[in-house]
C-alpha cells in the first residue's frame, strides 16, 4: 500500500490512472478525510436511496465505534471449504495495489472489507442462505467511521487502465454533495402477523439426545440452536431496526449486512477477537439467566448465576479453549481467574475478559479461523461437538453464530460472533438464539433460555417489548 499525504486527492487519482495504465492493472485508491458529524443511521439509510441496498453497519458498544458502509464496490467471496485462507489472499493481493490518500493514520478508515463467514462450511446450504456464500467480505463505495467526537469518511474508487481520472473525480464530487445533503426519515413499522417456532417439541429431544450422548462419550459440551420464523404485513427495512436496537441494546455490538434483498442484523454481546497492532481482546460468554423487571428478583439472579454449577461448567469449557488459542498465538495472556457478569438488556451473561500480546507475525484471519467456533457456539470437543450439530441440528446456521466484522489490511480488525441475530428477506425473518448443553442441562430449561435469547430482535422488530 502506497499512503499519499501532502497531495491533493485530485492528483493522487491522476497517478493512479497513469500507474494503472502503465502496469496494465487495475488499482485501488481510497481516500480518507474527517467530516462534519452526522448520524451514522441515517448515513445508513441512505445506502437503500443511493446505492440500491447494499449497505453495512457495524458499532462497538465500548468505544462507540461505528462503521457504516454503502455501495459495494467490490466483494470477495468464498464457497470454499477453507473461506478463511481464501479471503486472506485474496484481501492481501487486493490491499497490496492500494493507494490510499490521508490526512491522519486512523483505525477503522481507509481501505478495509466487512463481511462475515458461516458457521460451518460443511454443512450443506438451504434456500434460507442461499445469497451468502461461505465468507463474503465487501470493500464499500463510501464509509462513515465514527470514533469518539470525530467522523471520517473514506471514498474508495477502483481505477483501471481505461480511467478518466477528471471524470472519476466529477463523479466523486457529486456523489459526495448527495451524501452530506440533508436528509428527514420517516417510517412505519410493519407489523407481525405471523409467528412459527420450528420444531420446538424436536428441540427439546435433541436437548435430551445431547445429554444421553454427553454420559456416554468424551463430548463435554454441544451448542444447540433453533429458529423462529415471523412474517409483517410489509417489507422490513433494516434502517429502522437499527435504529430501536440502538436504543434497546445499548451494551451489545449491532451489525447488519444488507444486500438489497437479504439483511443478516443482529445485537450481539459477544466479541470473538479484537486486534490493534500487537494488542489482541477476546472474551469468553456463556452461561445464562433471565433478567428480571422487579429489583429483588433481579439481583438473586445475578447471584444464582454466579453460583450456579452447571452454568459454570458451560463458561470454563470456554475459558480453557480461547486460552488455548491465545497461548499458542501470543506471548503474554490475561485472562482473570474466575467469571463476572456482563449485563445486558433480557439477560446476565458469565463473562471472563481475554487480554494478549502477540509479537509474533501472524495474520488476524488465522486468529479468527483458530477461535471458531468457540465452545460458546460449537462444543467441546470442537470437531466432535460439530459434527453432532452438522447431523442432527434441524437448522441451517448460515452466518448465524459465526464471526461478523471487519479487517484492514495492516491485520487490525474485530470480530464478534453473530448471535442474537435474525435474517431479513421481505416481509420474512428467520431468528436464531442456541445454548449450550451439557450434562446438567434439562431441556425445558434449556428451551426456555432460547425463549428469551430471541427477545432482543423480537423487540427491535415490534413483538414482546
Ligand atoms: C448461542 C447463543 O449464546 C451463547 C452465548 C452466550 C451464552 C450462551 C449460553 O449460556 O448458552 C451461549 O453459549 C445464542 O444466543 O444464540
Ligand atoms: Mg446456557
Known sequence: MIVTIEKSFRTSLLEACTKAKTIGKNILVSYVKEVQWQDPLLFYARGKQLYNGERFYW???????????????????????????????????????CILHQQEAVIGTGPLLFGGFTFDSQKEKTRLWEEFANAWFVLPTFMLTSKDTKQYMTANIFVTPHTDAEEVYEAYKRS????????????????????????????????????DTMKQSDIEKIVLARELKLTFDENIDSFYVLKNLHEQQTSSYLFSFDTSTSCFIGATPE?????EGNQLTSMCLAGTIGRSETEIEDTKNYHELLNDAKNIREHKIVVQMIRGVMEEVCDTVNI??????????????????????????????????????????????KEEALSFIREKEMLDRGWYAAPIGWMDGQQNGEFAVAIRSGLVKGKDVSLFAGCGIVEESTPVAEYEETRIKFKPMLAALGGTK
Not at 64 to 69: A, C, E, L, S, V
Open 59 to 97: 458499532s462497538e458498544p465500548t468505544t462507540n465505534m461505528t462503521i457504516t458502509g454503502i455501495g459495494f464496490v467490490t466483494s470477495i467471496k468464498s464457497d470454499k471449504d477453507k473461506p478463511f485462507t481464501h479471503i486472506q489472499a485474496e484481501w492481501s493481493k487486493m490491499e497490496q495495489a
Open 176 to 211: 459526495e454533495r448527495e451524501l452530506f445533503h440533508d436528509i428527514h426519515m420517516t417510517w412505519e413499522e410493519p407489523a407481525i402477523v405471523g409467528e412459527e417456532e420450528v420444531y420446538p417439541v424436536e428441540w427439546m429431544n435433541l436437548v435430551q439426545e445431547a445429554v
Open 271 to 275: 466479541r470473538l477477537i479484537r486486534k
Open 336 to 381: 482473570p481467574a474466575e467469571p463476572t457478569i456482563l449485563a445486558v438488556r433480557n439477560l446476565y451473561h458469565l463473562y471472563t475478559p481475554v487480554c494478549a500480546n502477540t509479537n509474533e507475525a501472524i495474520h488476524f484471519v488465522d486468529i479468527v479461523e483458530k477461535l471458531h467456533p468457540t465452545p460458546a457456539l460449537g462444543g467441546y470437543p
